[in-house]
């Protein structure tokens, strides 16, 4: 298995451009995580579906911030219009079932110029 | 939200030593989990805990969880370089209906060779 698998690995963009990231679950998994990561307040969880369904997105920033999660192997995050505060390295990581070991993709520098 | 407290922030030591970190909480949590993250690399599960005062090992690495269920440490015998890396904690609570995972803001371990 390839694991938990995202795209691109770095992203350099302009204020005010639209942003989108990628990820692709680990086959059998049902649970999918967007995490943000930065020093300041380290890993943050911003939404996560089961059985692609969103079940918590309390922690998206705001409405700049969306995803979906077309079928079960699949997921985006978009930001639009993205801003300099949302330079982060953000995480997906999928589960199987009801188990607490979560995989974690390689991750998306985002980098807003 | 919600984190837990992880000491020590930092750890710079060498090759051979042990290592020894800590988690704390004001909340009891029922799953304590061990990650480590290797630089631009998404975590890895290191070690789960699932019952209080439950003593785990994974080849050099021994992790408890809290008789109190508010606290687990990691230890590291033997550091090696490849030891290099951030080190989180996260607990699981199941209060409520909304199980998530609360993650610490790491350990960061540097070893001399």
């Known amino acids: 298995d390839a694991g938990v698998i995202q795209s691109p690995r770095h992203e350099v963009t302009e204020m005010g451009q639209e942003v989108t990231l990628r990820c692709k679950l680990i086959?059998?998994?049902?649970?999918l995580f967007w995490y943000r990561q930065t020093m300041m307040r380290g890993l943050e969880l911003l939404i996560y579906f089961n059985n692609n369904v969103p079940i918590d997105d309390s922690g998206m920033p705001e409405d700049r911030f969306s995803a979906k999660m077309p079928n079960a192997s699949f997921s985006t995050l978009k930001i639009q219009p993205s801003e300099p505060r949302d330079s982060a390295v953000y995480f997906c990581?999928?589960?199987?079932?009801?188990?607490?070991?979560?995989?974690f993709g390689s991750g998306t520098r985002l980098t807003v110029v | 939200g919600q984190q837990l407290n992880q000491s020590p922030q930092s750890m710079f030591i060498q090759e051979g030593e042990d290592v020894s970190m800590n988690c704390t909480s004001s909340?009891?949590?029922?799953?304590w989990l061990w990650y480590k993250q290797d630089p631009g690399e998404g975590p890895v599960l290191l070690i789960a805990?699932?019952?209080a005062g439950e003593l785990t090992s994974n080849g050099r690495l021994t992790a408890q969880f809290g008789i109190t269920r508010k606290d687990s440490f990691l230890n590291i015998s033997a550091s090696i370089p490849s030891d290099v890396g951030i080190y989180f904690c996260?607990?699981?609570?199941?209060?409520?209906?909304?199980?998530?995972?609360?993650w610490g803001l790491g350990t960061s371990l540097a070893v001399n060779p």
């Open positions: 990581a999928s589960r199987e079932g009801n188990s607490y070991g979560y995989t």
């Open positions: 909340s009891i949590f029922n799953t």
């Open positions: 996260a607990g699981l609570s199941n209060a409520g209906n909304n199980r998530k995972l609360i």
């Open positions: 086959s059998g998994h049902n649970s």
């Open positions: 805990l699932y019952k």
